[in-house]
C-alpha cells in the first residue's frame, strides 16, 4: 500500500498543477436547488443531481502522462412544459458519463502540452446509444512561471445535440498571497479563497456549465435536453480525516434552465454566453433564479 500511495503521490506530483499542494482522486458529490413554485408545479420544485468523478494518470519515463479522467452525473428536475403540449413530460432524470483521456507532453520542467480525447454518453436512457453519444477534445497549453503562478490556454470543443460548441480557456493557478488563492478554468469555474492552514479554506466560487442530453419520451422521441447554469456560492473546505476532504457550498442560481428542443432544430455554433444563428423553437419553459446547496466527499493525496 505504501508503495502504491508513493506511486501515485509520484505521478500526481508531475501531472497536476504546480504549486498544489493536494490531487484530488476521486469525489462524490450531492446538489440540491429549491425552485420556485410555478402555476403548472404548485408544489416546492427541487432539482437534485448526484455528480462523482476518478482521475487516473500513468506517468512514463521521460515524464510525459498519459491522463485519464470519469465523471458521472445525474440530475432529475420537473419539467415546465407549455399547456398546449398534448403529452408533455413531467421530469427529466438526465444521466451524463464523460471520458477524458490523452496525452500530456512535458517539454521541460516548466512547459507542457495537453491533448486529451473527450466522448460523451449523455442520455435519459430511453435513447439510443448512438444518439446519445458525443465527440470532443481539449487542447492546453501548460506554462509554470514561478512558484505562485501557472497559466494554461486553450480550446474546448465538443459536439453538443445542438451542434459545435466551442470555449476558449484560461486556467489560473495563482497565490496572490501566502494565504489568498484564486484557481480556475475561465469562463467555466473559478474559486477566490482563503487557505490559512492545510485543513482548511473558505472563499467564494463560480461555475458556469452547457450541457445536452438525448431524450426519448412518449411525444417527444428524440428529442434533446439543453441543461444551462450559472451558480456563484460561498464554500468551505475542511479536513475530515487522513486524506478525505468535506466541500459545502451554498448560493443562488443566476439561472436554471432545462430547454427541451427536437432533434434537428440547432444553431450555427456555440460560444460562452452566446449562441450564433440560434432560432430554435422550445417545448417547455424554464425557471428563474434560486438558492441551491452543495456537498462533496473529496479523497485528495499530499504531493509535496
Known amino acids: 500500500m505504501k508503495k502504491i500511495l508513493s506511486t501515485l503521490i509520484l505521478i500526481c506530483a508531475i501531472t497536476t498543477l504546480f504549486a498544489q499542494d493536494r490531487f484530488d482522486i476521486f469525489y462524490v458529490a450531492g446538489n440540491y436547488n429549491f425552485m420556485q413554485s410555478t402555476d403548472l408545479n404548485p408544489d416546492q420544485n427541487l432539482e437534485s443531481a448526484l455528480t462523482a468523478n476518478l482521475k487516473i494518470p500513468i506517468v512514463f519515463k521521460d515524464s510525459s502522462v498519459w491522463y485519464t479522467s470519469v465523471d458521472y452525473q445525474y440530475f432529475s428536475m ?22 477524458r483521456t490523452g496525452y500530456v507532453h512535458r517539454f521541460n520542467s516548466k512547459q507542457s502540452l495537453q491533448v486529451l480525447f473527450a466522448p460523451r454518453l449523455m442520455t435519459d436512457f430511453n435513447a439510443s446509444f448512438s444518439k446519445s453519444l458525443q465527440l470532443g477534445g481539449i487542447l492546453m497549453y501548460e506554462k509554470i512561471k514561478n512558484d ?8 474546448l470543443y465538443n459536439q453538443e445535440f445542438f451542434g459545435t460548441y466551442i470555449v476558449p480557456v484560461v486556467y489560473l493557478d495563482w497565490n496572490l498571497t501566502s494565504k489568498l488563492k484564486i484557481k480556475g478554468l475561465l469562463p467555466v469555474y473559478a474559486k477566490l479563497y482563503m487557505e490559512p492552514s492545510e485543513k482548511f479554506s473558505a472563499g467564494l466560487h463560480f461555475i458556469g456549465l452547457t450541457t445536452t442530453y438525448r431524450v426519448n419520451e412518449p411525444g417527444f422521441e428524440n428529442y434533446y435536453v439543453d441543461r444551462r447554469s450559472i451558480d456563484v456560492s460561498a464554500f468551505t473546505n475542511i479536513h475530515l480525516f487522513d486524506n478525505v476532504f468535506l466541500e459545502t457550498r451554498a448560493g443562488y442560481s443566476l439561472s436554471r434552465d432545462y430547454g427541451l428542443f427536437a432533434e434537428n432544430d440547432k444553431i450555427d455554433l456555440g460560444l460562452p454566453l452566446v449562441n450564433i444563428g440560434d432560432d430554435r423553437t422550445k417545448a417547455n419553459d424554464e425557471f428563474s433564479g434560486s438558492p441551491f446547496i452543495h456537498f462533496r466527499f473529496i479523497y485528495s493525496i499530499p504531493v509535496n
Open 78 to 99: 420537473n419539467n415546465e412544459y407549455f399547456l398546449t403540449d398534448p403529452t408533455p413530460i413531467d421530469a427529466f432524470n438526465l444521466h451524463g458519463v464523460i471520458l
Open 148 to 155: 505562485n503562478f501557472m497559466y494554461r490556454i486553450g480550446v
